[in-house]
């Protein structure tokens, strides 16, 4: 009688907890990816980026392409011409579904790389005081609404928590407020959803600071390391014959730099176009020379745009692959994974020492500012509805700063989620998988109130 009376009060103690958890439904056939020591991998299988970049219209003229889905579904037969797995997307419209967009790309088996950022919701970088200032709520509502957006995809690969924020070296001073954005964006995933999904920053290759950001950027305590690093790299030129090699390119002394980073490197953006492409940096990235150190690589890019480094031709809504996009194509047939892991490590190495303070690098504490406190309710209630599109220049003002310092280790989830998700294992039908989630806090009420009612009963 006492037993039963005791799973009773365990039975009253767990279904409060239980009855404001949702299950989440995992969508698309692919197999989730996940990050094991310095890679990528899908499943048991290593993970490599064969891509491009996706943006019609360019930066300037911000779209999301996963909305237009008879454009989706002509480019998407090009992209499988192409041979690629994955494609990045710098600007979506976080109040939109994206459901049928997602799906084209996962029945094509395709990936994508997202940016969380929009043009009128980012870091403004002009200042420290812009900084500061567009660090705020209103800020993270946005990115954590596009998360929201794109968390239950089993084909959503990646999220980019800035691009190229840090394109010289006179602003550098934006370390530490990217690194924040980071570790929230981790702390979110995982109080808000059912699968890791990688967090990283894609940095500019800026020669005399590039070295420093990746060991920044995986430094410091666990909630605040990035889960990978990348950076944009247009070193592979022809602006002398013999420079698209290999050493003349300079990768062998970056593969040299990188050789002992403990997660995964790829290229965000390669293919440089001076005075033309042969894209012979494809075999270099899938060669045993680099797979020990890189994943792959997102070719830059697909339509040709003002800065000319399109792959296909869009004139009246039609579209026509050029000579890059033959090339490239090539460049992706002539080459395949490595076997085994590639000579990736599998065991999780530790973390990097932060890189000395210089006049380069003016960045002398591991402190970062802490969440904003008007974002705080985000991890508990989840964030809305995004603004999608919307907004100007003022829109980086509109939302409180943060004002206080974090403690390091403060930005760690209250719960843990799941390294895949269950339609990876259970069979990839499309929505197989569904995932409760359950707030560590509450199964530690759970188990006091059990302790506590059940010493009462006996």
């Not at 989706?72 to 499988?80: E, G, T, V």
């Not at 394109?167 to 530490?176: E, L």
């Not at 305590?221 to 944009?232: E, G, I, K, T």
């Not at 970056?254 to 290229?267: A, C």
Request: with cysteine; charged share 20%.
């Amino acid at each position: 009688m006492k037993s039963f009376v005791a799973l009773s009060i365990l039975g009253a103690a767990i279904a409060p907890a239980f009855a404001g958890v949702a299950p989440r439904q995992s969508k698309g056939k692919l197999t989730p990816v996940t990050v094991r020591g310095n890679a990528f991998y899908a499943g048991t299988e290593r993970f490599y980026m064969r891509g491009v970049a996706y943006q019609p219209g360019g930066a300037s003229d911000a779209k999301d392409p996963l909305l237009d889905l008879p454009s989706l579904r002509r480019d998407i037969a090009n992209f499988k011409d192409l041979g690629i797995n994955t494609i990045r997307i710098y600007t979506i419209d976080n109040s939109k579904n994206h459901d049928e967009g997602m799906k084209l790309l996962d029945d094509a088996g395709i990936y994508l790389a997202l940016d969380a950022n929009t043009p009128a919701y980012s870091l403004n970088r002009e200042s420290n005081e812009t900084l500061q200032r567009s660090y705020n709520d209103v800020y993270l509502q946005s990115v954590f609404a596009t998360i929201d957006q794109f968390a239950d995809y089993n084909n959503l690969l990646l999220f980019f928590s800035g691009n190229e924020v840090i394109n010289a070296v006179n602003n550098t001073n934006a370390a530490p407020y990217i690194k924040a954005v980071t570790r929230d964006m981790k702390q979110y995933i995982s109080n808000r959803h059912a699968r890791k999904i990688p967090v990283g920053y894609s940095a500019a290759d800026v020669a005399e600071v590039i070295e420093q950001q990746a060991l920044y950027f995986d430094c410091g305590s666990d909630d605040a390391r990035a889960d990978f690093f990348a950076f944009n790299d247009y070193s592979w030129c022809d602006k002398e014959k013999g420079l698209q090699t290999f050493e003349g390119a300079g990768w062998n002394r970056k593969v040299e730099t990188y050789k002992n980073f403990p997660r995964p490197i790829f290229l965000s953006e390669h293919g440089c176009i001076e005075p033309n492409r042969q894209w012979g940096e494809v075999a270099a990235l899938f060669s045993t020379k680099m797979t020990g150190v890189y994943s792959g690589g997102l070719a830059y890019e697909y339509t040709v745009e003002p800065n000319g480094y399109g792959i296909v031709d869009i004139e009246n809504g039609e579209i026509t692959p050029n000579d890059d996009f033959k090339e490239l194509k090539a460049a992706y047939a002539n080459v395949t994974n490595p076997s085994g892991n590639g000579g990736a490590r599998t065991t999780e190495g530790k973390a990097s020492e932060c890189p000395p303070e210089s006049d380069d690098w003016p960045i002398s504490s591991e402190a970062l500012l802490a969440m904003p406190e008007g974002a705080r309710k985000y991890m508990d209630e989840g964030a809305g509805t995004g603004p999608g599109l919307d907004g100007d220049e003022s829109s980086h003002w509109s939302g409180e700063p943060s004002t206080d310092t974090a403690e390091p280790g403060s930005g760690a989830p209250t719960r843990t989620p799941t390294g895949g998700s269950a339609a990876a294992t259970g069979g990839g039908a499309e929505g197989a998988g569904v995932t409760v989630e359950v707030p560590m806090r509450f199964l530690g009420l759970i188990a006091a109130s059990v302790v506590f009612g059940a010493a009462m009963v006996f």
